[in-house]
DNA sequence: CCGCCTATTATTAGGAC
DNA sequence: AGTCCTAATAATAGGCG
């Protein structure tokens, strides 16, 4: 500003920071009286000192406290909603997405299950009760194929194109606190469902290849 | 500034005024950067767009709530000295200047009651116990008088010059809590003391027309 | 640390488009 | 209203006492 231009970082001389600080605070408070002044605006500004515990209050504090609770009256009410207004559209594309992978994770699923038992169990018979150790393999097997599965699915979810925030405006309006709950919890559902080890298990426990058969052999 | 020196008032021009406002503004937030970068220095600035319901804050929502929760951290026992050391000087001047204004007023109704009783009650006698219709007429008439003459106490409060925020420094210390306390509490007991009819009726309920002559129509 | 000074940079009012 | 321009004012870094 003066006698030579001065770079914009942490001045680390501690008298020409302190008294640059004085300058320049100085400088602000008088630049938004000014500011208050001429345009007539309701403003505030609060500098805590270096290394002072107590911070200097513009205009006064009791004019700040006056300002601030403006400022935290409308917290949830309307920050919450400016949050969900921003992140809500983005849900909602998100679970929408998700009911897509889901839908294709199942057609997936059942096709590369068919392709498993096709390749890998060729000839046995799943007719009856089948031993466990076999059964156990299969499941296995089965479980690698889901955890690729579950990756590329992850992988694809990462490379979505999400909407940029600014393109975001106060078109969605959240329709009741119950839906937004409902959508919320949808997509961490979504993946705790696919624990193959969780569901696949217990048809192997109970003898249940006739039904494999029906579902996973019909073609 | 620039082609001309803005005089440090309100710009009645609208546009104008946006200009300005969104000019300064900016260079205010830049400013408030550089000063927190190069002294290294935690602060916060909140202003109130012309009209906008939602204020500018700087450095973010949620950096100012830090801030301001640190600023709340320490709510009566600091911001209350804080505000006495801003206030304080204010105080002070106002609490004196109240008292010239009791002082003013005692004379003003002393006066303004003595006209009163002449011209409202000439020739009629207060000696010994007066009816009591005759006595809340007066009483009455003399609760006008006091209303008029606080509006006027008022609107001379009001019209009295405050010093300005930038003449007020930090040269009055605190003496102790309980002065502090004794002048704040000052201005406010001035305006209750002054209800006519809680002090001025009882005088007529006890036959107390020797001391009304005693006060008011000695001259 | 504080005030004062001044060369220099930064901000901005007013206009033009 | 928003952008660029420019003259003019305002802020201030670095010295000095």
Redesign the pocket.
């Known amino acids: 500003?003066?006698?030579?231009?001065?770079k914009l970082q942490w001045?680390s001389?501690?008298?020409?920071r302190?008294?640059?600080f004085?300058?320049?605070r100085?400088?602000?408070i008088?630049?938004a009286a000014?500011?208050s002044t001429?345009c007539g605006v309701n403003a505030c500004l609060i500098v805590y000192g270096d290394g002072e515990q107590q911070p200097e209050i513009w205009p006064s504090a009791h004019d700040a406290a006056i300002v601030l609770s403006r400022l935290k009256r409308l917290p949830e009410m309307e920050q919450i909603k400016q949050m969900m207004n921003q992140e809500g559209f983005m849900r909602q594309r998100h679970a929408k997405l998700q009911e897509q992978v889901r839908k294709q994770e199942r057609e997936n699923g059942e096709l590369e299950t068919m392709l498993l038992l096709r390749h890998g169990l060729a000839g046995r018979s799943m007719h009856g009760v089948a031993s466990r150790s076999q059964l156990a393999n299969l499941a296995w097997l089965i479980e690698r194929k889901m955890c690729e599965m579950r990756r590329r699915i992850e992988s694809l979810r990462r490379s979505s194109v999400m909407p940029p925030p600014e393109a975001v405006k106060k078109e969605v309006a959240p329709a009741s606190p119950a839906l937004e709950a409902k959508e919320k919890k949808a997509p961490e559902a979504a993946t705790e469902e696919l624990q193959p080890q969780e569901w696949l298990l217990p048809f192997f426990e109970h003898g249940n290849g006739a039904w494999l058969d029906a579902c996973f052999l019909k073609n």
């Open positions: 500003m003066s006698r030579k231009k001065v001045i001389n501690d008298a020409a302190r008294a640059t004085k300058k320049r100085k400088g602000m008088k630049k000014e500011l001429l």
